[in-house]
Nanobody, 127 residues
Framework: HLQLVESGGGLVQAGGSLTLACAAS????????IGWFRQAPGKAREGVSS????????AYADSVKGRFTISRDYHKKTVYLQMNSLKPEDTAVYYC????????????????????WGQGTQVTVSS
């Protein structure tokens, strides 16, 4: 099955930036929508952003609009989440997930629609 490898997490000061990457370890991502989710201690999992398989549609949680940008590189089989103006409340474990549905212009933030998940990467934003 599809395997996803995440990277780019770390410790950053409030107002700083980080870029997360989600790469397919073995398979192509051409037919997958990709989503980013996060979960902070004691809080529910939250859909952050997603991008459709053809890259034509994106979705963002209201809490990150204007600060985060999702993109994909088909040649590198990698999806990125550029995070700017980070806030302490962005601190969480971030997961990428892949949705195989062959709907090329479909981007969803509903976790149950995703079939494969990465291992997660910790993002910590200090005050």
């Amino acid at each position: 099955h599809l395997q996803l490898v995440e990277s780019g997490g770390g410790l950053v000061q409030a107002g700083g930036s980080l870029t997360l990457a989600c790469a397919a370890s073995e398979w192509s991502l051409d037919y997958y929508g990709i989503g980013w989710f996060r979960q902070a201690p004691g809080k529910a999992r939250e859909g952050v952003s997603s991008i459709s398989s053809n890259g034509g549609s994106t979705a963002y949680a209201d809490s990150v609009k204007g600060r985060f940008t999702i993109s994909r590189d088909y040649h590198k089989k990698t999806v990125y989440l550029q995070m700017n103006s980070l806030k302490p409340e962005d601190t969480a474990v971030y997961y990428c997930a892949a949705d195989l549905n062959y709907l090329s212009d479909y981007a969803t933030l509903q976790a149950y629609e995703y079939d494969y998940w990465g291992q997660g990467t910790q993002v910590t934003v200090s005050s």
